[in-house]
């Protein structure tokens, strides 16, 4: 069975940190674009980061520029969103999803694989 599936959230107080991870099974991730996404309460999805097949490019959303990092690891198939300076704005629920054209992961277009997500609480 083809899937991905995150782990690592959680409650965090403002300020805090969290590292997600997104595994993936019955495929390898080694030639796919990868990125993270979420979706608040209320809101539409949104573009958090993207990788490229090779880890070469990156490219973050504004909103967390400076305080995520994402990066992958090809020989355990799993793509990681470490998270600092976490804010109560970043309270969503965090996916990860595959696809093949970094240019078009941002806007989560033409991904092919979707976890199921991980809920992420920035609250004291």
């Known amino acids: 069975q083809l899937q991905l599936v995150e782990s690592g959230g959680g409650l965090v107080q403002p300020g805090g940190s969290l590292r997600l991870s997104c595994a993936a099974s019955?495929?390898?991730?080694?030639?796919?674009?990868l990125g993270w996404f979420r979706q608040a309460p209320g809101k539409e999805r949104e573009g958090v980061s993207c990788?490229?097949?090779?880890?070469?490019?990156?490219n973050y959303a504004d909103s967390v520029k400076g305080r995520f990092t994402i990066y992958r690891n090809n020989v355990k198939n799993t793509v990681y969103l470490q998270m600092n300076s976490l804010k109560p704005e970043d309270t969503a629920i965090y996916y990860c999803?595959?696809?093949?054209?970094?240019?078009?992961?941002?806007?989560?277009?033409?991904?092919?694989?979707w976890g199921k997500g991980t809920l992420v609480t920035v609250s004291s």
């Open positions: 999803a595959a696809g093949k054209l970094f240019s078009l992961c941002s806007r989560g277009h033409d991904m092919d694989y």
């Open positions: 019955g495929f390898t991730l080694r030639n796919h674009t």
């Open positions: 990788i490229s097949s090779s880890g070469g490019s990156t």
